[in-house]
């Protein structure tokens, strides 16, 4: 063992993921080190305070504050970026970057924003920069994409990317409790973070899509230029509506490219999924990605999606990918680089966005109600598949639930912006997506 070369290590940031980089890097060494031929050394640990008391123990001569001293170090060979944000975490990969270091990194936000800019860096200053964990934590879906199915082109990239909202949905639809409620048992059981924004209104999956959609087709979608929904305004009627008409309801990515007219689409939203399809069965925390490409058909990966143990496992396998890359030479690893410009895609106006919808409307309780709703739909040349009609919370007001045949996303928006103007209709209707996938 002493024979061999050693590989230097620094750790940017020591939370959750930080700490579980080091548990599972001291219980797998032996067996990694033999794999790779190298010793593989943690040189220093960047923290906010030196003082805090930790789970886990590490030398606190490895301690230090100074982050950007991590990525600047002439021994350390990869920096694992653990930090989260994008104002410190940003500095410390381009400063990694420019000493031609491997950079590691699990921030899908800091991807989604400054993606184009980190590649170019790592480029032209001949480093590297790897985000397995970005993304659905220990499923690797990264390297699948840049490396087993690198054959294909995708017509469709579809699943559950966060475990939160997929626990929240679980326990609502398995014990008929609210939003509130469920919300709230999730921070306490710590599947939630105190300010759940960020997952719950679609934000961490739209990062994770917009690094799906670069991989696959070359192209930054920025969160904007993408159709991003959240969970809140679900209900439990909701989703037992959804189970009367044979569906379940999940929180998706959906990433197209319609290969005629080369355009793409990004989306984020609660779908209704047929109840026999395999992501509909998907359950907790869990998270499933269907991958669809013209040479292999159709491929599925579920795993879990976050959590200490898996995002480090992406990380430590980002880790042994990087030993290898500095043992070998020079060359970057399958996908390091941009697709070249052409490749790159339009997006997808509304009007070419089809689907069918399901929609609820909470209305006056009164007669020529539905047939009003209709009208205004038919105006759009948006047409009823279904209806349910059951009581409404408030007094002297109905649920009305109708889903559709299959329209464009514009036609049925303009149809819901005139029904919300109706008098009959008392609150802002919802709008969920029908997906229908034929994998």
């Given amino acids: 063992m002493s024979e061999r070369p050693t590989i230097r290590l620094g750790l940017c940031g020591f939370g959750t993921v930080g700490q ?189 899509a917009s690094i799906l959609a670069w991989l696959a087709h070359g192209t930054w979608v920025r969160t904007d230029q993408m159709i991003v929904e959240g969970i809140d305004r679900i209900t439990p009627a909701d989703l037992q509506n959804a189970a009367t008409l044979g569906y379940g309801i999940k929180l998706l990515a959906v990433i197209t490219r319609d290969f005629q007219t080369d355009e793409i689409c990004v989306r984020v939203h609660p779908t209704l999924l047929p109840v026999r399809s395999v992501i509909a069965s998907v359950s907790g925390v869990f998270n499933a990605i269907a991958v669809t490409g013209d040479v292999v058909g ?61 929609l609820r409307f909470t209305v006056d309780d009164q007669p020529g109600v539905l047939a009003r709703v209709a009208s205004a739909l038919a105006r759009h040349r948006v047409s009823i598949a279904s209806v349910i009609q059951t009581p409404a919370a408030r007094k002297g007001a109905a649920s009305l639930v109708l889903t559709t045949h299959t329209t464009d996303e514009r036609a049925v928006r303009r149809a819901l912006g005139n029904l919300a103007r109706l008098g009959s209709v008392l609150e802002t209707p919802l709008l969920l997506r029908i997906g229908e996938f034929a994998d």
């Fill in 298 to 358: 159709t491929t599925l990966y579920i795993g879990r999606g976050a959590g200490q143990d898996a995002t480090a496992s992406a990380v430590i396998s980002d880790i042994a990918d990087a030993a290898a890359l500095l043992r070998h030479g020079p060359g970057a690893p399958a996908g390091d680089d941009q697709p070249a410009a052409g490749e790159r895609c339009p997006i997808a106006p509304p009007e070419r966005i089809r689907s069918r919808y399901y």
């Fill in 20 to 208: 579980g980089v080091w548990k599972h890097l001291e219980r797998s060494r032996p067996a990694l080190e033999s794999r790779l031929g190298r010793r593989l050394e943690v040189t220093a640990v960047a923290v906010r305070d030196r003082r805090k008391a930790r789970p886990v123990k590490i030398p606190a001569a490895k301690l230090t504050t100074d982050a950007l001293a991590v990525a600047n170090d002439p021994r350390i060979d990869i920096v694992c970026e653990l930090i989260g944000g994008t104002g410190l975490a940003r500095q410390v990969t381009l400063a990694a970057l420019k000493r031609g270091k491997v950079v590691i990194s699990a921030n899908k936000a800091l991807i989604c924003e400054y993606g184009a800019e980190i590649f170019a860096c790592a480029r032209r200053h001949g480093g590297h920069f790897l985000f397995e964990a970005s993304v659905a934590g220990g499923i690797p879906i990264i390297k699948a994409l840049r490396e087993g199915l690198v054959a294909n082109r995708f017509s469709r990239i579809y699943g559950i990317l966060n475990g939160t909202c997929n626990y929240i949905l679980t326990q609502m639809e398995a014990l008929g409790a609210p939003y509130s409620q469920v919300l709230a048992e999730a921070k306490a059981l710590g599947y939630a973070e105190a300010d759940e924004s960020l997952d719950v209104e679609g934000w961490d999956t739209a990062h994770k």
